[in-house]
């Protein structure tokens, strides 16, 4: 079969119309364009007008199917780079949007006659905003905490193959077809076949690499405390679950904190005082817990720690801990310092027992109250019995 290189640009021009199409209607809302989809939009457009223009070489002047031809295609790779970035909330350096546009402008002019220079040197510069864009790809970890990157990270190499490809065979003295002749250089049907694939899954592996990390936004929204930041009950409990059941025999305190007259801040100094409290009564806790513990908000003023790997001296060590960091300094807030302290009641599940994590919860909070009746600002602990096994207080 036999192709011409009119019927190529035809098949590329309308892979990027299509691409366009779906860009904007994705972005149809405003959203996405926030995270670069409307700029992406964008450079499939200038993709589109670059092969409408390459596709009338010889019936429009030089200057329209060179080398703005070039200067587009060059101004379409910049504005991928500038949409990653703007998905990756950063700004790229200006030299690597500006540069390589007036680098192939100047290549175009200069070799306005020398197709074979037009493609070493334009292989060469498109080879370098290749690069930049993979670099992007690369070095944010964001990016790279799904999988949608992989689809661009591919029609990037795909696209610097295709590039070394394409300047290998002009050094090799092969001339490549016109747009007005009647059968395409078989290296320009693979090249053409690349550009529509890099268009389609560029284009798809964006709007999914947005989509991913809106996925990941709604999560954690959705496991998070929107007032503290840490755990809410719902994630809590996730989490205490998991680690209960992945223990391999080790021992796990529960600890249920509860900030002690709480309900006198909020009548004495308001909610956004009582708000304050919470917010930094939370930041001194997780300041003292270890990579592996689970702090959440259980409820209104009531938190909870999960700790693995914790016996009794060990949770008893920590509760303590919790209880001083909050005690030992005056809380700042607008209304002025305020005198905080928490109760503590401590739950344990030692090493290779079996226990349930509602069980665990009903005895924390039985130790809990246990603190409070006895004075408050200390910790309680249980011995699994239902009976106050050790107490420290202030």
Request: charged residues 20%; contains cysteine.
């Amino acid at each position: 079969m036999t192709l011409d290189p009119r019927t190529l640009l035809f098949c590329l021009i309308l892979t990027n119309i299509l691409a366009v199409l779906s860009l904007v209607i994705a972005t149809s809302n405003g959203k996405g364009k926030q995270d670069g989809m409307g700029k992406w939009a964008i450079a499939m457009f200038l993709e589109t007008l670059t092969w409408a223009l390459v596709s009338a070489r010889g019936l429009i002047p030089d200057v329209f199917s060179i080398i703005a031809a070039n200067g587009l295609k060059a101004s379409s790779h910049a504005l991928i780079l500038m949409a990653i970035c703007e998905f990756q909330r950063r700004s790229p350096p200006r030299w690597q949007l500006l540069v390589p546009v007036a680098l192939t402008l100047l290549m175009a002019l200069v070799f306005a006659d020398d197709m074979r220079g037009r493609v070493l040197w334009g292989s060469l510069i498109y080879g370098f905003q290749m690069a930049l864009i993979a670099r992007a790809l690369l070095t944010d970890l964001e990016t790279r905490a799904g999988r949608a990157w992989q689809l661009l990270l591919g029609g990037v190499a795909a696209i610097m193959l295709v590039l070394v490809l394409r300047a290998a065979t002009a050094l090799s003295g092969f001339e490549f077809s016109q747009p007005a002749d009647a059968a395409a250089h078989p290296v320009q049907i693979i090249v053409f076949a690349a550009m529509m694939g890099s268009a389609i899954l560029g284009s798809i592996g964006f709007v999914l690499l947005v989509k991913e990390r809106a996925d990941r936004e709604i999560l954690h929204l959705a496991m998070t405390d929107s007032l503290t930041g840490v755990a809410n009950r719902r994630s809590l409990m996730e989490q205490a679950e998991h680690a209960l059941s992945r223990r391999n025999g080790l021992p796990l305190a529960l600890l249920m904190i509860d900030v002690d007259h709480f309900k006198r801040i909020n009548d004495a100094h308001g909610h956004p005082a009582g708000d304050e409290v919470l917010r930094k009564v939370t930041e001194r806790m997780a300041g003292r817990l270890r990579g592996h513990d689970v702090l959440g908000r259980y409820g209104g003023e009531e938190f909870c720690v999960v700790a693995p790997d914790t016996d009794t001296a060990g949770a008893l060590a920590l509760a303590e801990s919790l209880r001083q960091v909050i005690a030992a300094t005056p809380l700042a807030t607008e209304r002025g310092t305020l005198s905080v302290s928490v109760s503590i009641g401590v739950a344990l599940c030692p090493a290779n027992a079996t226990h349930k994590l509602k069980d665990m919860l009903a005895e924390a909070d039985t130790m809990l109250y246990a603190a409070k009746q006895a004075g408050r600002d200390r910790v309680v602990i249980s011995d699994n019995l239902g009976y106050c096994k050790a107490e420290i207080c202030a």
